[in-house]
């Protein structure tokens, strides 16, 4: 395969880019606003970052919430059938 089939064309580039810019809450915030690509991405990680911390956080809290139940009892039930889904 040639280097000229494998490159992305900067229409590509730009079209991934917005799509990109509108996954993030605070692009969207901002507005339409044109944002470099470099800053897209260090936003793009902090946000991937943030999104990981709360589901660690969501994780130890469930497990918390999960230790002082009574296994037999209906909320744990609950709590393990939204977990299997």
Request: glycine share 4%; with cysteine.
């Amino acid at each position: 395969m040639s280097s000229r089939r494998s490159r992305i064309s900067e229409e590509e580039i730009n079209e991934l880019i917005s799509k990109l810019q509108s996954l993030l809450p605070e692009t969207r915030r901002r507005g339409g606003g044109r944002t470099s690509a470099a800053k897209l991405l260090k936003e793009t990680c902090n946000y991937i970052r943030s999104l990981n911390r709360e589901v660690d956080d969501l994780s130890d809290r469930l497990a918390a919430l999960i230790a002082t139940m009574d296994n037999n009892s209906a909320e744990a039930e609950l709590i393990r059938n939204l977990l299997r889904s």
